[in-house]
């Protein structure tokens, strides 16, 4: 198994992979948002990368395609070939999330359905939309940094495929990386 480390945009992501992963280093990008460029996100990924890469490996990047007209792969394209221009071609995987995180919790819709304690048909697809939004309406109270970070906790990979943008992130990682949360089942009643 690999000694990975990763590169995020947002504390929820952060405080959820230091729990998922806590061995790995995990630092914020410190660029977020969607009017950040994508070559300024290639050069924050570039600097980490280069500080990280002698001891860890693969480097794991995770960010949000946020409001871009760009679809998440062309996002994730786009990061790729800056990053190449700049000399880092091998050894990172880059997750773009499909408008947010949010989207991605939000796909596990018995995870969602069970905390805000609603019925399964209440809880949207959203791959695409502004899934902060949309969980704020089934989760008065959610803040990113708590409750964004025990729905991600507790949320199933196997369930959170409906996804495509996560889909695509966790075939690229699965086998990779040994965390506690991706090992999950889909039958695993303990999580």
């Known amino acids: 198994m690999n000694n990975p480390a990763f ?52 480097i794991v990047i995770v960010i949000d395609r946020e409001s871009r007209c760009l679809t998440a792969t062309e996002f994730k394209n786009e990061i790729t070939t800056l990053l190449a ?22 796909a596990d819709k018995i995870n969602v359905s069970k905390y805000a304690k609603v019925n399964l048909d209440q809880v949207p697809d959203v791959e695409g939309e502004n899934g902060k939004s949309k969980i704020r309406k089934l989760i008065k109270d959610y803040h990113e940094t708590t409750v964004g ?20 992130f966790f075939s690229s990682i699965n086998n990779r990386i040994d965390c506690w949360w991706m090992n999950k089942t889909i039958d695993d009643k303990k999580f």
């Not at 405080?15 to 998922?20: G, T």
């Not at 995987?93 to 991605?104: S, Y």
């Not at 970070?149 to 695509?168: A, D, H, I």
């Open 7 to 58: 590169l995020v945009d947002g504390q929820l992501e952060q405080r959820f992979i230091q729990n998922a992963c806590p061995n790995a280093p995990v630092r914020l990008l410190n660029c977020n948002g969607d009017k950040v460029s994508s070559s300024a996100i290639a050069k924050r990924i570039a600097t980490h990368y280069r500080l990280l890469k002698k001891k860890y490996s693969p």
């Open 149 to 168: 970070v025990e729905l991600l906790k507790k949320s199933n990979p196997q369930r959170m495929f409906s996804s495509e943008s996560f889909k695509t």
């Open 85 to 106: 221009n700049d000399n880092i071609s091998e050894d990172f995987i880059i997750g773009i999330a499909d408008r947010m995180i949010e989207n991605w919790i939000l």
